[in-house]
C-alpha cells in the first residue's frame, strides 16, 4: 500500500478550484493492481483511487492556499516572509537601529504582500505543470520518499513557473505600490537606477522567494497526508491512505 500512497500523494501538491483531467487508464491500473493486492481493507476500485486522489488534491491544496492566500500569509509568517534584497536589507538593518527604517519597512510589506496576491494564481498555474506530468514520471513518484511528489513537480517545472507567475507578481508589485517604494528608497539612499531594472530585480526576487514558501508547505502537507491519519479529513482519504497506518 506504500507504493499506492506515494502515486496518491504525487497529485496531493496542486491547487483546487480549478478543472482535473481524468486518470491515465494505465496509471489507474498500476495503482488498482498495488491496491488489490493489501490485505486489512479489502481491494479498491480504480473508481475509489481516482475519488481518493481527487480529495488528496482538494485537502492538500487548499490548505496550502488558504495560509497563503490572505494578509499576512507571508509577511506574519517568519519562515516564508520575504525579506529586502540583500542591498536594500543591509541599509534597513543600519536605519533600524536609528528608528528611521519606515521607507523600507514599508517595501519589504508591500512586497510580501504582492505575494499573497498572487497565491491563487501560482495554484492554478501548478495545477497546469501537474497536468503535464506522464505515467513513467509517476511511476518514479511511487518509488520516492516523503516528499517525492513535491521535489519532482519543482524540479521538472520551475522555470515554467517563474515564467509564468512572474507577470502576476509584477502586476501585484505594482498595484501594491511597491514599485513606486522602491524608487523613492532607491533615490533616497543613493541606489539609484533604471526604474525598468529596479522593477526587474525585485520582481524576480519576489517571485523565487515566493515559489520557496509554495513549496515550503506543499511538501509538509504531503508528508502529513502521508503520515498524519488525523490529515485524512475524508472517508474516502481515510480508505485509500489508512492501509499504511
Known amino acids: 500500500m ?20 481524468a486518470i491515465p487508464g494505465d496509471l489507474g491500473t498500476i495503482l488498482g493492481g498495488v491496491a488489490g493486492s493489501t490485505a486489512g481493507q479489502g481491494a479498491l476500485s480504480q473508481a475509489e483511487i481516482d475519488a481518493g486522489l481527487r480529495e488528496a488534491l482538494t485537502v492538500g491544496t487548499n490548505i496550502v492556499a488558504a495560509r497563503l492566500g490572505k494578509t499576512n500569509g507571508y509577511f506574519g509568517d517568519p519562515r516564508i516572509r520575504i525579506p529586502l534584497p540583500k542591498t536594500y536589507r543591509d541599509i534597513q538593518s543600519n536605519l533600524a537601529r536609528v528608528g528611521a527604517s519606515a521607507p523600507l519597512d514599508d517595501l519589504e510589506l508591500r512586497m510580501n504582500r504582492a505575494a499573497e496576491a498572487a497565491v491563487p494564481e501560482a495554484r492554478s498555474l501548478i495545477l497546469g505543470a501537474v497536468r503535464s506530468i506522464t505515467i513513467e514520471d509517476a511511476l518514479q513518484i511511487l518509488n520516492g520518499g516523503d516528499t517525492a511528489a513535491t521535489d519532482f513537480l519543482r524540479a521538472r517545472t520551475q522555470t515554467q513557473l517563474r515564467a509564468s507567475f512572474t507577470p502576476y507578481v509584477r502586476q501585484s508589485l505594482a498595484q501594491s505600490g511597491a514599485f513606486t517604494s522602491l524608487e523613492q528608497a532607491a533615490s533616497q539612499y543613493g541606489l539609484g537606477g533604471v526604474t525598468s531594472n529596479l522593477q526587474a530585480d525585485l520582481t524576480n526576487h519576489a517571485v523565487g522567494l515566493g515559489l520557496d514558501g509554495i ?31
Not at 506504500?2 to 483531467?21: H, Q, S, Y
Not at 515550503?216 to 485509500?240: D, F, G, Q
Request: one cysteine or more; proline letters at 4%.
Open 2 to 21: 506504500r507504493k499506492l500512497m506515494f502515486g496518491a500523494l504525487a497529485l496531493a501538491v496542486v491547487p483546487m478550484g480549478c478543472e482535473t483531467t
Open 215 to 245: 513549496f515550503l508547505y506543499v511538501a509538509e502537507e504531503e508528508k502529513k497526508i502521508r503520515e498524519n491519519p488525523v490529515a485524512r479529513t475524508s472517508e474516502i482519504l481515510r480508505r485509500v491512505f489508512g492501509n499504511r497506518t
